[in-house]
């Protein structure tokens, strides 16, 4: 079956994805693209662009992948002497009507903010099947519809609303966990001190104030421990960062993004403890990656993080406010000899690509059948 995959924002999470279907997929892919940047601009102006590069090619496909940053209803308009007759499917990474808006965009002030969740809403409209990373990015997105189109004036919709529940699936991530495999490290002999994991983007979103506001008050206790501090800054840096590297001084042994991805799965490797803070988080990858190498995860019990986790072993790895997370952070580190590191991995190896591949070529391959006369 040839597909083409429609990817307007091709960096991070979204780029991996990309060459990760397209790699272990049985299925062949023409992927068009454009660079990962100016979402905003992506969101707009994408259809058109991605449009003409359709149009001018030579590919015949049997389905059409789009990601939730096209303009998907514009892109089919465009493209209707190609397109009228392909089936489409639209997976979401992330929606614009629940992600949680940065206090420093001006949009939401200047009432601008609903067009791109208007756009989410016709592309998913668009589509014959709607694919979410995860179950609470599916029920999030449908909870969040009937309030999103009562606010406009008239002429609601409200009657779309069925349609679109019966045409969504929930399709997780698939990600290339094995490849972490390779820079496991051999057994250690000699003590260390245990090492705290940020590994997330260094955005509002993933709520840096707490995670080191965490850390400040494990450093007034005495406690002892390391900090590595990855993941990827965009745009303009938030002050919490330099003064984390202040405060903490020599105990950041790592800041800043790692330099290839051997480095990066290193420190997955060596860290112990990831105390996560986000305010938003659709699937979590970092997470889930950092939990494959054993990294001893402390979550919030919303979002999409008890979908990682059978729910007997719940107790062990949610907290219930940031005093809690706290003590038990403080508990494994004074016991952090004498505590055995519990299997995570096996809680989310289900996402590598050796078990989603087989699940995405089956599902794509539904949505074309179901589409046939």
Known sequence: MKIALLEPFNAGSHKTWVDGLVRHSRHEFQVLSLNGRHWKWRMHGAAVTLARRFLAGNFEPDLLLATDMLDLA????????????????????????????????QDPDRERDAHYGFTNFTSALAADAILFNSRYHLESFHNALPDFLKSFPDYNELGTLPLLAGKSRVLPVGLDLRSLDHHRPTAEDNPRLPLILWNHRWE????????????????????????????????????????????LGKRIVQFGYARDSGDYAR?????????????????????????????????????????????????????????????????????????????VRTFVARYDWQHMAPRYDRLLEKIVMDRQP
């Not at 965490?214 to 960062?241: H, I, K, N, T, W």
């Not at 919303?302 to 005093?323: C, N, S, T």
């Open 74 to 105: 514009t892109f089919l308009a465009l493209t209707r002497s190609k397109t009228a007759h392909l089936p489409t499917a639209t997976y979401f990474h992330e929606n614009q009507l629940t992600y949680p808006w940065s206090p420093d965009d």
């Open 204 to 247: 509002y979103d993933k709520n840096p104030e707490q995670f080191f506001k965490a850390l400040y008050q494990l450093q007034d206790r005495g406690l002892e421990f390391e900090v590595a501090v990855l993941g990827e800054s965009f745009g303009r840096r938030s002050p919490v960062f330099a003064e984390a590297c202040r405060r």
């Open 267 to 343: 420190w997955l490797w060596r860290a112990d403890i990831l105390p996560v803070h986000s305010l938003h988080d659709f699937f979590g990858v970092s997470v889930v990656e950092a939990m494959y190498c054993g990294c001893h995860p402390l979550l919030p019990k919303r979002l999409a993080y008890p979908e990682h986790i059978p729910e007997a072993e719940h107790d062990l790895f949610f907290y219930a406010d940031f005093d809690d997370l706290a003590e038990r952070m403080s508990a494994l580190l004074q016991n952090f000899q004498g505590v055995s590191r519990p299997e």
